[in-house]
């Protein structure tokens, strides 16, 4: 069993900034991937960011340069830091975590039940 928790969230004016953290507990064996995704209302969910077991980072192009992602391997944690955050940044932000559960396992996918970011213009 694998849980995802986010939190961080809230309301923030636009040029503000806010952190959100994510953090896995459970059976875990090996991380693939940890990012980033987003939904916004009306709109279809978004990646974000992810960063790999080797912490190789990748952001999508809308929050390349505002947003910066990292990790705490010991705690199996990821934090995301966002700065310059616009109005359109507004969404419900989930954490995805891609692992192996065991030597034998294959990826699966884990999601946290998400957290509200919402910036005021």
């Known amino acids: 069993q694998v849980q995802v928790v986010e939190s961080g969230g809230g309301l923030v004016q636009a040029g503000g900034s806010l952190r959100l953290s994510c953090a896995a507990s459970?059976?875990?064996?090996?991380?693939?991937?940890i990012g980033w995704y987003r939904h916004a209302t009306g709109k279809q969910r978004e990646w974000v960011d992810g960063i790999t077991s080797g912490g190789t980072t990748n952001y999508a192009d809308s929050v390349k340069g505002r947003f910066t992602i990292s990790r705490d391997s010991a705690k199996n944690t990821v934090s995301l830091q966002m700065n310059s955050l616009k109005p359109e940044d507004t969404a419900v932000y989930y954490c995805?975590?891609?692992?192996?559960?065991?030597?034998?396992?294959?990826?699966?996918?884990?999601w946290g039940q998400g957290t509200q970011v919402t910036v005021s213009s």
């Open positions: 459970g059976t875990i064996f090996t991380f693939n991937n």
């Open positions: 995805n975590a891609r692992l192996r559960t065991s030597v034998s396992s294959g990826l699966g996918d884990y």
